[in-house]
């Protein structure tokens, strides 16, 4: 199993470009979320869903757009960066929603200027 | 908002000492686990306590869940440079949705 993977694992942006960070898993998981980290912040949660096409918002959900068509794939789409959306970006699946081993992405690290 | 508040924030050490690291809230979470992250990678779980007064070691890290269940500790004794990393709580919030939500983190640094 290759777990969770994202792409890009680096990514430069103009403000006002968009752009679709990928997140895929192989676990069969139902739970899947989309993290920012930003230093001394913690992770803070973006968007998640419970299972495909089902989809909420978490603590910080505005500039950002999620879909699940498949239990596989949840990207996260950017839809007109702004320098405060510079932060490294980590996807996270689990079992179910209830108390879980959450698996992380190895992250996208995400630069807008 | 940030429902988990993590101390201390930094925490640089001898290789062989002793430390704890704490994270608190004013809410009454369900469960609570602890990640460790390392630079350039994403979290991976060290343990989940759901009972409140819950003990439990993973060598020679103690984790312990507070009786309110609104505070939790993690205990290393005698660290060792592959302690290094990023110490992050994280709690179980808000009823059927189940949001996992975290704390500030605590970069520790052992040195040789």
């Known amino acids: 199993n290759a777990g969770v993977t994202q792409t890009p694992k680096f990514q430069v942006l103009k403000t006002g470009q968009s752009m679709t960070l990928q997140c895929a898993q192989d676990m069969n998981h139902e739970y899947m979320s989309w993290y920012r980290q930003d230093p001394g912040m913690g992770l803070r949660l973006i968007h998640y869903s419970v299972g495909a096409g089902i989809t909420d918002q978490g603590e910080v959900p505005n500039g950002y757009n999620v879909s699940r068509s498949t239990t596989e794939d949840f990207p996260l789409r950017l839809l007109s960066a702004a320098p405060s959306q510079t932060s490294v970006y980590f996807c996270a699946s689990s079992y179910s929603r209830s108390v879980d081993t959450q698996y992380f992405g190895p992250g996208t690290r995400l630069t807008v200027l | 908002t940030q429902l988990l508040e993590q101390s201390p924030q930094f925490l640089s050490i001898q290789e062989g000492e002793n430390l704890t690291v704490y994270c608190n809230s004013s809410?009454?979470?369900?469960?609570l686990q602890w990640y460790r992250q390392e630079p350039g990678e994403g979290p991976v779980l060290l343990v989940t306590v759901v009972t409140g007064g819950e003990v439990k070691k993973l060598k020679r890290l103690t984790f312990q869940f507070g009786d309110a269940r609104k505070d939790s500790s993690l205990h290393i004794t005698a660290a060792q440079p592959g302690d290094t990393g990023l110490y992050l709580c994280a709690a179980l919030y808000g009823g059927a949705t189940n949001k996992l939500i975290f704390g500030t983190g605590t970069l520790l640094a052992v040195q040789p």
């Open positions: 809410s009454v979470f369900s469960s």
